[in-house]
């Protein structure tokens, strides 16, 4: 199955944004991963950008970056939101309200601690009507997003913005999830190639053998393993470099995936 | 489309472990919601759909990270109706780097999270030792347990898109078989109950304080159930009784927590299963409602479905039953319904007293005899995320 990427997004502590990040990743420009501040997305209505989380605004940081002014073609995108762990800091934020003597949780906080609110509050910006799918596989949740999304591409012909996103693990979960630093990452795909298109990736769930692709820079590499949405790095190592290749991403039962990436 | 075969399949909920327990009930007319005794949740007044039992069963010694209320209601359901047998029979035929498995939930094992919270106090606001995170609380949990249980090794997730999860389960695995990832898979539901859901809809004043009665007059919100359910799905053969037929996704693009007031978003998924089925309206026999039981989302379906399907089609939602069972509702009603076409009855709308005069569907007060050979099943959730079911049998091919 193969499919075509029109664009990229990218959201990360000295990621920020495909044009710049595509500099890092292909080392030329040195990686500073400074904490960001908040994001502001600036697709969404006044009311759901004061509710939006921070797991969304993350999410929200690649969608807008891959999407950029095309809104009306983003209206018609189906979606696949891979992501490991959704917002601790609203579960957070929950259990501790459960602890109290007098339990009251938030409904904000309990509509936004749902695995789909990041894709809610998507298709809530762009108007986007079409199937929208959110999953986890833990660690290989970007191999699960990437099998989950190349059939809807392919098969159901449907343009797709296939997001990769996890934030930071807030303090008390850190020590059972250990994930330092926010990641996402968004790959706008289309069935057919346009005028636009940067590459095509052909997806192998049925790959097995091959060793888990990994990050030359070290920093990067650290990233790749802290973060279960940074397992993306090695694939955009090879957009970034305009370079034909194979990455191989740990897939959910151990078999690996194998994405090739072409440029013709 | 290409249809599948629904090879094998299983419930328990709070009307009992396997579908025996599930038909007698359906049949009868007993719903399963008892007044809520859950945990904290008795200080709430509200009843729940709780599945007797879930405390006293174990999990292989292999599988104790995953230890939690959600794993222990997965493998009781696991164990029901001969599933694992059916699903031990497939490996033979495929291998077992060959089923797929696509498990729907909304919280997973959170109920783990929130025990482990409660010891934060005594203990430095650190997390106790005996928790375990990613067997019990990530959203994988449920399906990575499945598959360990079931010795699996083909590709897994867990679909999470709150109460449509386990209605989309059945569209990624025909997705993943169309796309031979796998030739089979096995797909279902899990949620168990849990202060944040049973405090969250309590929150969002969607919780009745009697039991649900979708699309009465009266009608005060949503009892919560818990429930799990699995299915093995296969490609399509002769000897198939039991049929995915189509599926149609949709996003309501409207509201997080409140559906689309004419139901647009649940229209386009109707459509959609029904496209994909290459079925008109009138050839379905029967549907399963989403019908939660609150104002908002009744009123919004009936619109949908009067509006696609006319006035005449039979319809009811069974969470009078089991209570709504979130993550696990797409597959406890996929299993109604199939149960519904083996059995020829179309059940009730359960604690419907006197039918909203707005609902203009045609929905069922009385369980009835009849022939069905295509019907669709309903699964909305927060975030707009609709999920429509064309399920259909061959009555030619005996049971």
């Known amino acids: 199955m193969r499919a075509w990427v029109e664009s990229i997004g990218l959201f990360a502590p000295g990621l920020v944004g495909w044009n710049a990040g595509r500099e890092v990743l292909a ?215 305009n370079q034909g290749g194979t990455a191989v991403i740990q897939g959910s039962s151990g078999q690996p995936v194998a994405v090739t990436v072409q440029f013709d | 489309m290409q249809a599948l075969a629904i090879s094998h399949y299983t419930l328990s909920s709070a009307l009992g472990v396997g579908i025996d327990a599930q038909l007698s009930a359906l049949r ?141 389960v059945f569209a990624s695995a025909h997705r993943a078989i169309a796309a031979g990832y796998c030739d089979a898979a096995v797909v279902g539901g899990v949620d168990s109950l849990c202060l944040t859901t049973l405090f969250g809809f309590h929150a969002l004043q969607l919780v009745a304080q009697d039991v649900c009665r979708p699309m009465d007059s009266e009608r005060r919100g949503l009892s919560i159930g818990e429930a799990a359910g699995f299915a093995l799905l296969e490609r399509d053969h002769d000897g198939a009784r039991m049929r995915l037929l189509g599926y149609g996704e949709s996003g309501d693009a409207h509201h997080m927590s409140a559906p689309h007031p004419e139901g647009l978003g649940a229209i386009a998924a109707m459509q959609a299963a029904l496209t994909r089925a290459e079925l008109a309206s009138h050839q379905v026999d029967y549907i399963n409602l989403h019908g939660t039981g609150t104002a908002a989302n009744d009123l919004a379906e009936s619109r949908a479905v009067s509006a696609l399907f006319g006035t005449d089609t039979p319809c009811s939602s069974t969470k009078g039953f089991t209570g709504h069972t979130l993550g696990a509702a797409g597959i406890a009603e996929a299993v109604f319904c199939l149960l519904a076409m083996e059995h020829g009855f179309a059940p009730q709308s359960l604690h419907c007293r006197n039918l909203d005069p707005e609902i203009a569907c045609h929905v069922l007060l009385e369980s009835r005899s009849a022939a069905l050979r295509h019907v669709l099943s309903n699964s909305f959730g927060f975030g707009g995320s609709n999920c429509s079911l064309l399920l259909g049998m061959n009555s030619a091919v005996e049971a």
């Open chain 1, 27 to 241: 080392g030329r420009a040195a990686y500073d991963n400074t904490p960001l501040p908040k994001y502001k997305p600036a697709l969404l209505p006044p009311n759901e950008r004061r509710r939006a989380t921070n797991s969304v605004r993350i999410a929200f940081g690649a969608c807008e970056d891959a999407v950029g002014d095309n809104l009306s073609e983003a209206a018609d995108l189906a979606a696949v939101f891979a992501s490991s762990g959704g917002d601790y800091g609203v579960h957070d934020q929950i259990c501790r309200a459960l602890m109290r003597e007098e339990i009251a949780v938030s409904p904000t906080h309990f509509h936004n601690s749902v695995h789909n609110a990041a894709a809610g509050y998507w298709s809530i910006a762009t108007g986007a009507h079409a199937p929208s799918v959110s999953l986890s596989a833990h660690d290989s949740s970007v191999a699960a997003g990437l099998l989950e999304a190349l059939p809807l591409v392919t098969l159901e012909q449907l343009p797709t913005l296939l997001v990769f996103s996890d934030c930071e693990v807030v303090a008390t979960m850190h020590s059972k999830r250990p994930v330092d630093e926010p990641f996402s990452c968004a790959l706008w795909l289309t069935p057919e190639p346009t005028s636009r298109s940067l590459a095509s990736v052909q997806v192998n769930a049925n790959c097995t053998e091959g060793v888990e692709s990994t990050c030359a820079n070290g920093e990067l590499e650290r990233l790749r393993c802290n973060n279960p949405a940074a397992r993306v790095l090695p694939l955009l190592e090879l957009l970034a470099l």
């Open chain 2, 28 to 168: 009868e007319g007993r719903s399963g919601l008892g007044e809520c005794r859950f945990d904290r949740g008795a200080e709430l007044a509200t009843y729940v759909g709780e599945v007797d039992g879930v405390d006293d069963v174990s999990l292989p010694p292999a599988l104790a990270g995953f230890d939690c209320r959600n794993n222990r209601l997965a493998a009781m359901g696991l164990n029901a109706d001969g599933f694992g047998a059916a699903v031990s029979q497939a490996v033979q035929r495929y291998g077992k780097d060959r089923i797929g498995v696509y498990v729907g939930t909304s919280t997973a094992g959170i109920y783990q999270t929130e025990l482990a919270y409660r010891e934060l106090s005594q203990n430095n606001d650190a997390l106790p030792d005996w928790y375990n995170y990613a067997g019990t609380h990530n959203t994988y949990s449920i399906a990575d347990f499945v598959r360990q249980y079931l010795g699996l090794q083909g590709p897994a997730s867990a679909i999470s898109t709150a109460c449509s999860s386990s209605a989309k």
